[in-house]
């Protein structure tokens, strides 16, 4: 090797160190980030948080104030987004991918629902103010918020649905309808068995989604102070992060602190939430190896 | 000899592409028909317009009939549901459900309705023995049919698809994804099912239809070439084509 060769060499050996560095610092921007602001949240919000902050109703003063009603909120509109957006999705995934013929209505409904899932959430909340609110006078109900959450969600389930149908492989389909079996017994009998981790797992993951949003429900109507609890679907209600975000817009400071403690909160639901994805994927996968 | 499936004028295409030309054939009962050809020659399509798998395919047309008990299978007096359970079906790899042995041999049956343990226990039992795999999964038929070697599963298959009692077992080239001695123990079981089954085997060995098969039929470019007792066809081929492809002369 002579002296140009090496000199090149030297260079091209330089170059990938350099890269291999500002790849790092990529990463590290990320986790960096949202370590400071976990570890802010965390300092703020933990001295605020006890058993008595889970169980208040908010109030005016900083002591007493808690996140009660907006915990049940969230809950019971988590609960009825999953009811009516989990049958329809998993339903709408179903025919798309076994009983709809390859056409061009079809593929025009395929791409249409792709494109739904990039709609931006307050939009959804328009919808849902028009549609459920007024149209089908629902008024500024959990039942309204419920279905407009499950609407937003509808296109993630659909999606990760039909990527768990597709998944499933041609030659159990096939032996499965060899031994006389109609569609809906093929459905039942080997699609979803096989293709039921990857649906609760993209649906889990969808309803998490729901749970974070704010927008959509401050357009349908969600209260922003609420003294009572919600005993049903036709009860008027808040959430989790709109109680967070009136927290974080009062002037007085303690209230900072507390929007930190109720971040808290909602994050402890969604790692729940998500881990019961993972567990669940995790737990089926080696099931159906082979 | 009596026909238990008689193809008349059959053609098919697949879009505009005729993969099958004017077939005409009678498949006799109680017997092993082969079908022998090159890649590409329309045997496994073939096979698979007897017992209308070939439906799910879309873009496709067949024209001509197939007679089984006295109807046109493509006929509307024809329900391709019960067709497919008395004409079952054995795959090219092993497909067995990612279910345990006993749900895979009686997953047909409870599709059909048959619920009552003491039928399926027999049945699981009966053709478990009948595809002699009984003595080596017998302490493990709750246990997943995944763990099995693939000779295992693909006895499974056979043993799945005979459950339910048909009449004929399509076989597409059930050995080619096997070791020599599950192949071997493959062409026994197909020897000693003759008796209860009508069976037809597409193959893409040679020695393998000469060894087991009754019949033989050779595909090539769509057409049915040749078809006769296997005997006639190797040791006195009427075609010069047939000749040319036993020989080894192409294919």
């Not at chain 2, 005979?162 to 399509?170: E, G, H, T």
């Not at chain 2, 080619?176 to 020897?191: F, R």
């Amino acid at each position: 090797m002579n002296s140009e060769e090496l000199r090149r060499l030297k260079r091209r050996k330089m170059l990938n160190s350099i890269m291999h560095v500002i790849f790092l610092a990529c990463t590290l921007f990320g986790v960096v980030v949202l370590a400071i602001l976990m570890l802010d949240i965390l300092r703020k919000g933990i001295p605020w948080l006890s058993l008595d902050f889970l169980k208040n109703f908010p109030s005016r003063f900083p002591r007493k104030s808690g996140i009660y009603p907006a915990l049940l909120g969230s809950l019971w509109v988590i609960l009825l987004t999953a009811l009516i957006a989990f049958p329809v999705g998993v339903g709408t995934a179903i025919y798309l991918e076994e009983y709809a013929e390859d056409n061009k209505f079809t593929e025009f409904i395929k791409l249409n629902i792709a494109n739904l899932a990039g709609v931006p959430s307050i939009i959804y909340g328009m919808l849902g103010l028009a549609v459920f609110v007024r149209l089908f006078s629902m008024g500024r109900t959990i039942l309204a918020a419920a279905f407009t959450m499950a609407i937003l969600i509808l296109p993630i389930i659909i999606i990760s649905s039909q990527e768990a149908i597709k998944s499933v492989p041609s030659s159990l389909k096939q032996a499965s309808y060899a031994l006389g079996t109609t569609k809906w017994q093929t459905v039942t009998g080997v699609i979803l068995p096989y293709a039921l981790p990857g649906i609760l797992t993209g649906s889990i993951l969808a309803v998490s989604r729901a749970l974070g949003e704010a927008a959509p429900l401050i357009v349908v109507g969600a209260l922003a102070y609420v003294s009572f609890i919600p005993k049903g679907p036709l009860d008027q209600f808040t959430v989790l992060p709109i109680q967070i975000f009136n927290w974080a817009g009062m002037p007085k400071k303690e209230f900072q602190d507390i929007a930190a403690a109720g971040i808290i909160v909602l994050l402890v639901i969604l790692l729940g939430v998500n881990s019961v994805a993972i567990i669940l994927r995790n737990k089926y996968q080696i099931r159906m190896k082979d | 000899m009596e026909a238990i499936l008689s193809v008349r004028n059959l053609n098919f295409y697949y879009g505009d592409n005729r993969a099958l030309k004017d077939i005409n054939m009678d498949i006799y009962k109680n017997n092993v028909t082969a079908f022998i050809g090159p890649s590409g020659c329309g045997k496994s399509t073939f096979l698979r317009t007897l017992n209308r798998m070939n439906d799910f395919i879309e873009n496709v047309k067949v024209e001509g009939s197939i007679i089984y008990e006295g109807k046109d299978i493509y006929s509307k007096e024809m329900e391709p549901v019960e067709l497919r359970r008395r004409i079952g079906m054995v795959f090219q790899k092993p497909n067995p459900f990612p279910k345990t042995i006993y749900e895979n041999i009686v997953y047909g049956l409870r599709k059909n309705g048959v619920n009552k343990k003491e039928i399926l226990d027999e049945v699981v039992e009966k053709t478990l023995k009948a595809v002699a795999l009984y003595d080596e999964v017998k302490d493990k038929i709750y246990k997943s049919a995944l763990e099995l070697s693939g000779g295992q599963q693909q006895r499974l298959c056979i043993a799945r698809a005979i459950a339910m009692q048909p009449d004929v077992v399509l076989m597409d080239e059930p050995t080619s994804a096997l070791d020599p001695i599950s192949t071997m123990k493959i062409e026994e079981l197909v020897l000693e099912l003759k008796k209860d089954y009508t069976i037809i085997i597409v193959t893409h060995s040679m020695q393998q239809a000469a060894r087991i098969s009754d019949y033989t039929a050779f595909f090539l470019n769509g057409e049915v070439i040749e078809y006769d007792e296997t005997s006639k066809i190797f040791s006195n081929p009427r075609d010069k084509r047939t000749e040319d492809y036993i020989t080894g002369r192409f294919g």
